[in-house]
């Protein structure tokens, strides 16, 4: 099993451009995450994705839009790229248990991208 | 809404020394809570959990009550080691407020000298 891998690993940007980071999980889980890493902030959930189709908005989701057409796949998007979404991002996946309370099976991650926009 | 506090880093020990990273939470509902740790350049992976109240989790020498009454989840490690440097984070899900996602504490940046 790779796990969750992220394509690409490292993308410089020019402000304006679009770009878009794919996320994909070979485990058949069915929850998937965006999340970005800065400084002193933790991690931040940009979007996330509760099974295939479907999409929500996390705690920043702002300029990203995401898709989930297939099970494995979660696609991040930038449409025109601003120096505030340099960052890291992580994808990450996990079962869902469906308990009440929203009981939730551990996250695994993917081991990040490094986006710099100038 | 549900969230976690964890205690600021950075956190400077020597090899052997004892550690605890203070966690506390807020959370309606049954929330469980995990310790992450991410290692330099790679991504977040799971230290260990617990579900419900009193559980202990444990891994790697690292351990954590789950303590309701305190609403805290701290954790320890008798005799850490220069390979445990990393960010530690803090996290509960399944509360009420944050079905079907993980609520990560800031992070506290662990070093160790030999």
């Known amino acids: 099993n790779a796990g969750v891998t992220q394509t690409p690993k490292f993308r410089v940007l020019k402000t304006g451009q679009s770009m878009t980071l794919l996320c994909a999980q070979d485990?058949?889980?069915?929850?998937m995450y965006w999340y970005r890493q800065d400084p002193g902030m933790g991690l931040r959930l940009i979007h996330y994705s509760v099974g295939e189709g479907t999409t929500a908005k996390g705690e920043v989701p702002d300029g990203y839009n995401v898709s989930r057409l297939k099970k494995q796949n979660f696609l991040l998007g930038l449409e025109s790229a601003a120096p505030s979404q340099t960052s890291v991002y992580f994808c990450a996946s996990s079962y869902s248990t469906g308990t009440s309370g929203g009981q939730q099976e551990t996250q695994y991650f993917g081991p990040g991208t490094r986006l710099l926009v100038l | 809404g549900d969230s976690v506090t964890q205690m600021e880093g950075p956190v400077t020990l020597s090899e052997e020394a004892f550690l605890t990273i203070n966690c506390t939470y807020t959370?309606?509902?049954?929330?469980?809570l995990f310790w992450y740790v991410q290692y330099p350049g790679e991504g977040l992976q799971l230290l260990l959990k617990a579900t419900k109240a009193d559980d202990k989790g444990s891994n790697k020498g690292f351990e954590a009550t789950y303590r309701k009454e305190t609403t805290s989840f701290h954790l320890e490690k008798g005799s850490v080691q220069v390979s445990d440097s990393a960010v530690y984070f803090c996290a509960l899900s399944g509360g009420y407020s944050s079905a079907s996602k993980i609520i990560f504490g800031s992070g506290t940046r662990l070093s160790i000298r030999p």
């Open positions: 959370a309606t509902g049954y929330p469980s």
């Open positions: 485990m058949n889980h069915e929850y």
